[in-house]
């Protein structure tokens, strides 16, 4: 008849350490490591072996909401990173899991491949979310111990930096321009913020994936607002400017509350909704997009998070 140790059965929360920041999660941690395979295939007998020519580790979370500027650094970095730049950079940043059973797993080489959406609203811890990405060791063989991860014994290093008030839930303000009704208004429920970020691996053959570059990012805000009537949400629109006119503005979307300051650079509106009911507002749903700008050849930051405006 089976039988079982139940001491073997490992459970338990675990804290997350990354560029000089701790970490907690709303729930679980989890750790993936993929192997990507080629089929060698042949025409007598089919496939007849899969062979590793990738490899790589994610970790993903959901932050518990604390908003400190040491957090906010290492979760929203890429607003001003060029197209083709690094995201790893020129030397390799440790992950850490720490679990209270007192096992320590090390992704020497990681970085942020999904940033958290934001959920600025009275009832929702602020971020969502994320994903940080391991890759090769640097000048390291892929089949060399410690080139994507390291296991070791060690007691868990307590939670004494963890502070419930650092978890941030208010109640925003949002303004877009100087003009009434946008240049503060209200919203029905809250804002979502996505971070639409594209990236490229950069592969070496016998190596794998040995970094990534930044493709692309988009950066939009969505909210019901509460307020404007149908025919300042439809001018907003812009559906009576010409053909071929860009839908950006010379208006940030500012989304603020004390202790947090959110902007959306160049905000142009490019959805909205408008509805007839017993029971629902008007207005619906609205989204901003922000816009990129260069100067003198630098590309300008797509948005701005901070504990308070920039100076």
Not at 57 to 64: D, G, L, M, T
Not at 93 to 105: D, E, F, M, N, P
Not at 291 to 299: A, F, L, N
């Amino acid at each position: 008849m089976p039988s079982i140790d139940r001491t073997t059965i490992i459970t338990g929360p675990a804290l997350v350490t990354f560029g000089g920041q701790s970490f907690w999660s709303k729930g679980d941690v989890t750790l993936k490591p993929t192997v990507d395979k080629f089929a060698v295939s042949t025409s007598a007998f089919g496939e007849v072996d899969g062979r590793i020519n990738d490899k790589r580790i994610e970790v993903s979370f959901e932050p518990e909401g604390r908003y400190t500027a040491g957090l906010l650094a290492i979760l929203f970095p890429y607003a001003a990173t060029s197209i083709g730049a690094s995201i790893y950079g020129a030397s390799d940043r440790a992950l850490v899991i720490h679990s209270r059973a007192g096992t320590k797993i090390t992704v020497p080489n990681a970085s942020l491949t999904k940033l958290p959406n934001l959920r600025f609203g009275v009832a929702q811890t602020i971020t969502g979310s994320v994903t940080f990405t391991g890759l090769l060791k640097k000048s390291t063989a892929p089949e060399a111990a410690g080139a994507y991860w390291v296991v070791a014994s060690e007691s868990y290093p307590g939670d004494t930096s963890f502070a419930t008030s650092d978890i941030l839930t208010k109640a925003y303000t949002s303004a877009w321009g100087g003009s009434a009704p946008w240049s503060s208004f209200l919203t029905e429920g809250g804002w979502d913020v996505q971070f639409d970020l594209s990236l490229a691996p950069q592969k070496v053959d016998g190596l794998g994936t040995v970094d990534m570059t930044l493709q692309e990012l988009k950066v939009t805000a969505t909210a019901i607002p509460v307020g404007p009537t149908e025919a300042q949400v439809l001018t907003a629109m812009q559906q009576e400017q010409a053909m071929g006119t860009s839908y950006a503005t010379a208006n940030d979307l500012v989304i603020s509350a004390t202790g947090v300051y959110f902007s959306l650079a160049n905000a142009g509106l490019t959805e909205a909704d408008l509805g007839w009911g017993s029971q629902r507002k008007r207005i619906g749903p609205c989204k901003w997009m922000a816009t990129r700008t260069v100067t003198s050849g630098v590309p300008d930051p797509l948005y701005f998070i901070g504990t308070a405006a920039p100076e």
